[in-house]
């Protein structure tokens, strides 16, 4: 898997993350840049860490379905895709966020905007991914744009928000038929 899909996989799977953050940043009242770097790390770190676990997981059962694995990461990230977009409205992540978040809070917040990330990094496993890479890519996405999310939830307030779930959701969907294709034909 190259790194211009890899990139556009981390995008869509960040944009959970990064309606979070706009949330996050919507809720607070001034700029401080320790909360919002301590989001930003909280929500990259889960988004780098679950693929890895997924691909751990996906390793162990690769010998059962190769042959049927381009059609996994396909129904995975469709699945994933679906769900963001159908998930807008949901506002369980919106009143969840304070200002002032607890750390059991944004570990929560932080598992949640990130679980899709563990069934990708099961993909993963019957791709021929790097999956060190993958996972430091999808990082590093989801913290600049965690990060860049609370800023823009501070100046411009939640307008943003239901925008990026159905992007994040439209790359997952056109990711997961762009794998389909590249196997099938």
Do not use: N
């Amino acid at each position: 898997m190259g790194f211009l899909t890899i990139f556009f996989i981390g995008s869509g799977l960040a944009m959970d993350a990064f309606a979070a953050s706009v949330c996050r940043g919507m809720s607070m009242r001034r700029l401080k840049m320790c909360p919002i770097a301590v989001t930003a790390l909280f929500f990259g770190g889960f988004q780098a860490l679950m693929p890895l676990l997924g691909w751990c997981l996906g390793v162990h059962f690769e010998k059962y379905i190769t042959s049927i694995d381009h059609w996994i990461a396909f129904c995975l990230l469709a699945f994933l895709g679906v769900k963001m977009i159908s998930d807008i409205g949901s506002e369980s992540e919106e009143t969840s966020i304070t200002e002032r978040i607890s750390l059991k809070e944004l570990i929560i917040l932080s598992v949640a905007t990130s679980i899709d990330a563990l069934a990708v990094g099961v993909s993963f496993a019957f791709l021929d991914t790097d999956i060190i890479m993958a996972s430091l890519v999808i990082g590093v996405i989801t913290f600049v744009l965690s990060f860049a999310g609370v800023c823009i939830g501070l100046i411009i307030g939640g307008k943003c928000c239901k925008f990026a779930q159905i992007a994040g959701g439209a790359i997952l969907i056109l990711m997961g038929i762009k794998i389909l294709f590249e196997h099938i034909w």
